[in-house]
């Protein structure tokens, strides 16, 4: 018997679909259902790697973990990273397909995605017992709809009940529900069986008079209305840099400054989210060098584009700004492209970056990247010391190191190096995504910083990553199961389960 589904729409982009389907996954598989994860087409700037090394979105790699599932690529066939202006990295069933401009994907591309896309839904509907699908933007995209394959046209194969949800934090909460469901055709709209009214801040009772309207407007429940949660789940968006927890800390509010450069292509930004959690930390993201001042921790972060964002870092000066830091005492780390801003040279013989000519790196590393066309994805595994650290790489260049003048940085469990470390440590460059998601590690970086200053060491003992991300998965199910009529949502779904 083919997998119920349930698919969660929203009225516009960043509306909470993707912490709504965590919820739900988590939820689905607590009352003992298998559940499974589904977006057609996602566009990501943060990406997750399966276990046999498939690039899919990061919220599909989240979700399936709140569903207790192994993340596959039939969970988000199809993937767009975005590259350049207009321009992204099309990535089928977790592999790179080609880079495509957005008229050409739209025109040439989009009716080839549907075999595809089906039949990764067919493989899961009969897997698992409940599939939990989340669509794109909005469903009621006029200019779009005829080729848009992430939303009801996803209903209409999976035979999904859509719950549709809007954000009533950003204000006109019942004019984008009514405009939604008028933009929809009749087939579409009878798909919608619930209302789901979402990041409230206030007094519940204030909202009663609108929502006995709503209903009585549309003929559709509203199922829940589900307070705002500050939920510590990775994100996915670019919307998330703009977030509350990325706001530019009071100068000395924080015993630890940590500045990242906010890359115009800027990629996995999630890798920073930890030093959240770091008693005494701030957190920066720098736009412009004016902004920068003497962090005692500055992290190069990925990018979908090295060679162009090297080239805004120098425009920007920062490449200057970088040198004085180091001088100054100032921690350096590059991740994945923020690696390989740091060595000498960086060559594109076969135009993979852009348009084939080499560039200057910023010269703190020793070493040398060529880009090459067989993209890199692989779960990683590897000793610094005594500490066993866990991460994942995704990337074009192969790097190589010309001195000895530093040391690699990581010993990895297939017998390779990474990355590199200069001898006064000051400097670490690494293709080990998720590396300060390794708390124990996270803590000894920021112990090492706090020491310098004169300031006390902070308790070894920290959390790990992955409790901490049960937690929160725990933490949100709870939440918008006390918020949301799952009751309903079960008779929906014609499944029988005691809540």
Not at 55 to 83: C, F, H, S, Y
Not at 275 to 290: A, K, M, S, T, W
Not at 352 to 361: D, F, P, R
Not at 421 to 427: A, F, K, P
């Amino acid at each position: 018997m083919p997998a119920k589904s349930i698919m969660i729409q929203g009225t516009a982009s960043d509306v909470g679909k993707s912490m709504i389907c965590t919820a739900l996954c988590r939820i689905f598989s607590d009352d003992g259902f298998q559940v499974v994860p589904f977006k057609s087409q996602n566009m990501a700037l943060n990406s997750f790697v399966t276990q046999d090394g498939g690039e899919i979105g990061r919220a599909q790699g989240v979700q399936a973990e709140a569903a207790r599932v192994v993340a596959t690529t039939d969970m988000n066939p199809i993937l767009l990273k975005p590259k350049q202006d207009m321009m992204s990295e099309v990535i089928v069933h977790g592999k790179h397909f080609l880079n495509m401009d957005a008229k050409s994907y739209r025109n040439n591309f989009v009716q080839e995605a549907m075999p595809i896309v089906e039949k990764s839904v067919r493989t899961l509907q009969h897997t698992y017992d409940v599939m939990v699908l989340e669509g794109a933007g909005s469903p009621a995209e006029i200019n779009l709809k005829d080729r848009d394959i992430a939303n009801m046209r996803m209903a209409h194969l999976a035979d999904a009940a859509v719950v549709l949800v809007a954000d009533i934090d950003r204000g006109g909460v019942f004019a984008s529900i009514i405009g939604t469901l008028a933009l929809l055709d009749e087939a579409e709209r009878a798909r919608v069986k619930g209302l789901i009214i979402n990041k409230f801040r206030g007094m519940r009772e204030l909202l009663d008079d609108g929502l006995e309207w709503v209903e009585r407007e549309t003929g559709i429940p509203v199922l829940g209305v589900i307070p705002y949660l500050d939920v510590k789940i990775e994100a996915e968006d670019s919307l998330a840099l703009s977030s509350l927890r990325f706001k530019k800390p009071k100068p000395g509010e924080f015993a630890v400054d940590v500045a990242m450069i906010r890359l115009p292509r800027i990629s996995n930004f999630t890798d920073i989210d930890p030093f959240f959690d770091e008693p005494e930390v701030g957190v920066r993201l720098i736009g412009n060098v004016q902004e920068l001042g003497t962090p005692d921790l500055l992290i190069l972060p990925g990018t979908k584009s090295t060679m162009d964002d090297l080239a805004w870092l120098r425009a920007q000066g920062f490449d200057q700004a970088i040198t004085n830091l180091r001088q100054h005492g100032t921690k350096i780390i590059g991740i994945c492209g923020g690696f390989q801003m740091l060595g000498e040279t960086l060559l594109d013989p076969d135009a993979v970056e852009g348009n084939g000519e080499s560039a200057e790196g910023l010269g703190l590393l020793p070493m040398e990247t060529i880009f090459v066309g067989d993209k890199k994805t692989v779960q990683m595994t590897g000793m610094r010391g005594q500490d066993i650290l866990t991460g994942y790489e995704i990337h074009l260049g192969r790097t190589k190191i010309l001195r000895d003048e530093v040391s690699p940085f990581l010993h990895l469990e297939d017998g390779r190096v990474d990355g590199a470390i200069s001898h006064d440590e000051q400097v670490i460059g690494t293709y080990f995504h998720g590396l300060f998601h390794n708390r124990p590690f996270t803590r000894q970086l920021v112990n090492e910083i706090r020491l310098t200053k004169g300031l006390v060491a902070l308790p070894s003992d920290v959390k790990s990553d992955a409790q901490r991300r049960e937690d929160a998965y725990n933490m949100l199910a709870s939440h918008v199961r006390a918020n949301l009529d799952m009751k309903k949502i079960y008779e929906i779904l014609s499944l029988e389960v005691s809540v």
